[in-house]
């Protein structure tokens, strides 16, 4: 049973995680945090904006993995860039038995363990296989969010909407833990549910997004924005082909067609996609895991990507550019 849980990265996805699980009766939650966002939570708790309004939630936080010792669950929730650097941490608080939920956008470095196509790499994610060293997929279940949140100050969270979170064992197949973990989700408010692949839900989450995350980063332009120039919404349809491809070959078919994805986004109004506000916040932003893994997979695998190419070029030189 899991009633020691830890989360690392106390951001908009984590800070929304870690505040729900803190109101399980008999859950021990703690954070691992730094700087800004340990001393906000010390002195004000972990603060959520959420359906108009404000709670703060005591939370134990520490910089220091090992005064919170090993825990049941871990819960990673960092952007893409921080996972090498917090991976010895997360294998700090590991006992034999724990098991680590990944919250992530893009390809993880776990990604090729559950597919059907031996022998795939990724090593734009994770060189040399460092993380996968101090992390295992074997330890890992992968956990897909439908939510959308963004930090409004250091340890205050704000939920905008959504709260679906899809898991799954990430070497593949049905198992006890996940089943528990789902429980545990559901019954701290959150829409979770097992799923037979979390590969498939990871890459459908990417082909949704690999597109308008980078493509506002580039242009500050909202995704209405995006789709409403009819150059540039080709520009994106072309790329989602180009990566249905790449899903059909490593058993992540896509059943919709981009125009279909295209409608959902619209939907969402003038959302502000994450990668846009990491860069006005001056932030580190997810181009391995949203761009440069699928394109290492679409190399490996003979596939043509000369969109995709193109928009990880344009997206490469943008971010060496505002530094």
């Excluded at 703060?56 to 910089?63: E, G, I, K, Q, Y």
């Excluded at 549910?193 to 498939?200: A, F, K, N, T």
């Amino acid at each position: 049973m899991m009633k020691d849980v830890c989360i690392v990265g106390l951001g908009a996805i984590g800070g929304w995680l870690a505040a729900h699980l803190s109101r399980v009766a008999g859950l021990n939650v703690s954070a691992l945090a730094r700087g800004d966002t340990l001393a906000a939570v010390r002195e004000h708790g972990l603060r959520l904006d959420s359906g108009g309004a404000t709670s703060a939630t005591p939370l134990r936080v520490s910089s220091d993995p090992a005064e919170l010792g090993p825990q049941d669950l871990v819960i990673l929730a960092v952007k893409g860039p921080a996972i090498a650097g917090v991976a010895a941490q997360v294998a700090q608080l590991c006992g034999p038995h724990t098991r680590v939920l990944t919250a992530l956008n893009g390809l993880p470095w776990w990604f090729t363990a559950g597919l059907p196509v031996p022998g795939l790499t990724l090593n734009s994610v994770d060189p040399d296989g460092r993380i996968a060293a101090l992390i295992p997929p074997e330890r890992v279940i992968g956990c897909v969010v439908h939510a959308s949140c963004f930090t409004q100050a250091p340890g205050w969270v704000s939920h905008v909407m959504g709260n679906g979170l899809l898991i799954g064992e990430a070497a593949g197949g049905p198992s006890e833990a996940v089943t528990e973990l789902a429980v545990l989700l559901a019954g701290a408010g959150f829409g979770a549910r097992p799923v037979d692949s979390i590969q498939r839900e990871v890459f459908y989450k990417l082909w949704g997004n690999m597109t308008t995350n980078p493509v506002s980063a580039l242009t500050r332009a909202t995704t209405d924005r995006i789709l409403a120039d009819a150059l540039v919404c080709e520009f994106t349809t072309a790329i989602m082909r180009e990566a249905a491809v790449i899903g059909e070959r490593v058993g992540c078919p896509i059943t919709q067609t981009p125009q279909d994805r295209h409608v959902i986004t619209r939907s969402l109004g003038a959302f502000k996609t994450s990668m846009l506000q990491d860069i006005e916040a001056g932030r580190a932003i997810e181009i391995d895991a949203l761009l440069a893994a699928p394109r290492e997979l679409a190399q490996q695998l003979g596939v043509a990507t000369p969109m995709l190419d193109a928009l990880l070029g344009l997206t490469r030189l943008m971010d060496v550019c505002r530094l």
